[in-house]
């Protein structure tokens, strides 16, 4: 997967969230926080919760991206 690739691999001190309500996602997900561990961290809800996302990451630099 190219964005595994981009987002993980190049930056081992990169970390990732991921937020979206998809069953199919969230079984994905899953599989890169096993493979992961701390640089990978997935939230099961809908982007219009995003805020809570926010919330729930504190005092953590971050860019959110709505990918379609």
Known sequence: MQTENI???????GKVIAC???????KIATNF??????????F???FSEIKSVIKALKN???VVLYLI
């Open 44 to 46: 099961h809800k809908k």
């Open 33 to 42: 926080s096993e493979k992961y561990k701390n640089r990978f961290e997935f």
């Open 7 to 13: 987002a993980i691999k190049e930056s081992e001190n």
């Open 20 to 26: 979206d309500h998809e069953l199919f996602v969230k």
């Open 60 to 62: 953590k630099k971050l």
